[in-house]
């Protein structure tokens, strides 16, 4: 297990960490520009509401990315500033070495496995010998996999079938597959539409309800602080409105997803929306990279400091 003192081993005590002003935005001159990456799913709806808790002088641009990894990538790479994406595409990253550094949580749970209505996969051990669609390195491959472990099965006793969470709806009404271990909404279009039976929402593990977190290049919290300080502040604040205001959460991922409003109140219950990361979080997160490194999904742990939690902590204090 990744113990929490290695995790935050490094990291400084006793910064002030509260958000921006907006009169030390006015004072600075120029409109600050923050780009954010955020999937298309219900579990990333958090930025569509940054508008509303923004500073003035202060702009946040979401730019959508079809898959975590892509997310992670852009993040990595710079071409956007923070970004939300699976823990495991995270996991991949700073096993990898890469300057990553997961900040705060973005959604826990929103995850399911899905069965065709009618068939005769009721229960997890019922996938063997099935074709079952799977997100090769996302966070639903590790929880399935150990899922399938626990019921004393393994990735060889069934046919995985690698399609993307979006079109995991599509495959199972074509026929193409047998069951998918998907992220919402897809599971709630399925149910809510017929086509598919609920097998389980694989949080009975010891790692929870992990799913998606906010992170950050490792260069941003060295040299821009305050600009970190003021995104998580936005972050919680809508994070906090959305989950508390579940009408406004479907209606805007109704806009912004296209799904059909029935599908999405089916799916709403299931997303946990958080931007909290404590030592539960970092338990977890320490069990889950454990699993990743026992199914040679990465090659080592992630380097002390990959969890950094000095900022969620200051926020949660104030």
Same mark, same amino acid.
């Given at each position: 297990?990744?113990?929490?003192?290695?995790?935050?081993?490094?990291?400084?005590?006793?910064?002030?960490?509260?958000?921006?002003?907006?009169?030390?935005?006015?004072?600075?001159?120029?409109?600050?520009?923050?780009?954010?990456?955020?999937?298309?799913?219900?579990?990333?709806?958090?930025?569509?509401?940054?508008?509303?808790? #923004?500073?003035?002088?202060?702009?946040?641009?979401?730019?959508?990315?079809?898959?975590?990894?892509?997310?992670?990538?852009?993040?990595?790479?710079?071409? @956007?500033?923070?970004?939300?994406?699976?823990?495991?595409?995270?996991?991949?990253?700073?096993?990898?070495?890469?300057?990553?550094?997961?900040?705060?949580?973005?959604?826990?749970?929103?995850?399911?496995?899905?069965?065709?209505?009618?068939?005769?996969?009721?229960?997890?051990? =019922?996938?063997?010998?099935?074709?079952?669609?799977?997100?090769?390195?996302?966070?639903?491959?590790?929880?399935?996999?150990?899922?399938?472990?626990?019921?004393?099965?393994?990735?060889?006793?069934?046919?995985?079938?690698?399609?993307?969470?979006?079109?995991?709806?599509?495959?199972?009404?074509?026929?193409?597959?047998?069951?998918?271990?998907?992220?919402?909404?897809?599971?709630?279009?399925?149910?809510?539409?017929? @086509?598919?039976?609920?097998?389980?929402?694989?949080?009975? #593990?010891?790692?929870?309800?992990?799913?998606?977190?906010?992170?950050a290049h490792r260069d941003t919290l060295a040299e821009r602080p305050d600009m970190v300080r003021t995104?998580?502040?936005?972050?919680?604040?809508?994070?906090?409105?959305?989950?508390?205001?579940?009408?406004?959460?479907?209606?805007?991922?109704?806009?912004?997803?296209?799904?059909?409003?029935?599908?999405?109140?089916?799916?709403?219950?299931?997303?946990?929306? #958080?931007?909290?990361?404590?030592? =539960?979080?970092?338990?977890?997160?320490?069990?889950?990279?454990?699993?990743?490194?026992?199914?040679?999904?990465?090659?080592?742990?992630?380097?002390?400091?990959?969890? =950094?939690?000095?900022?969620?902590?200051?926020?949660?204090?104030?």
């Amino acid at each position: 297990m990744i113990r929490r003192r290695s995790l935050l081993a490094g990291l400084g005590a006793g910064l002030a960490l509260a958000p921006l002003s907006r009169r030390a935005a006015r004072a600075e001159g120029a409109p600050v520009t923050i780009r954010m990456g955020s999937l298309k799913l219900i579990h990333s709806i958090a930025p569509s509401f940054y508008e509303r808790f #923004t500073p003035e002088n202060v702009r946040v641009e979401v730019v959508p990315f079809e898959s975590p990894t892509e997310c992670k990538n852009a993040v990595v790479t710079k071409s @956007v500033d923070f970004g939300t994406f699976g823990l495991a595409s995270a996991m991949l990253g700073a096993a990898a070495g890469e300057p990553l550094v997961v900040i705060a949580s973005t959604c826990n749970r929103g995850m399911a496995v899905i069965a065709k209505k009618g068939s005769d996969i009721h229960a997890i051990k =019922d996938l063997r010998g099935k074709r079952v669609a799977i997100w090769p390195g996302s966070t639903q491959e590790v929880f399935a996999l150990e899922r399938m472990r626990m019921e004393g099965l393994s990735v060889k006793d069934i046919t995985p079938v690698r399609i993307s969470f979006s079109e995991m709806h599509i495959a199972l009404a074509r026929g193409d597959v047998d069951a998918y271990v998907g992220a919402e909404p897809a599971p709630g279009v399925s149910l809510a539409s017929g @086509v598919g039976q609920l097998v389980e929402y694989p949080y009975g #593990t010891e790692m929870g309800a992990l799913n998606m977190v906010f992170g950050a290049h490792r260069d941003t919290l060295a040299e821009r602080p305050d600009m970190v300080r003021t995104m998580l502040d936005i972050h919680r604040k809508a994070t906090e409105f959305a989950a508390g205001n579940r009408e406004a959460m479907i209606a805007m991922a109704v806009a912004k997803l296209g799904q059909k409003r029935e599908a999405l109140e089916l799916s709403a219950p299931n997303v946990e929306l #958080t931007w909290r990361l404590g030592p =539960d979080e970092v338990r977890q997160a320490g069990a889950y990279a454990q699993h990743m490194l026992a199914l040679k999904q990465i090659k080592r742990l992630p380097e002390p400091g990959f969890i =950094d939690t000095r900022f969620v902590d200051a926020m949660s204090r104030a």
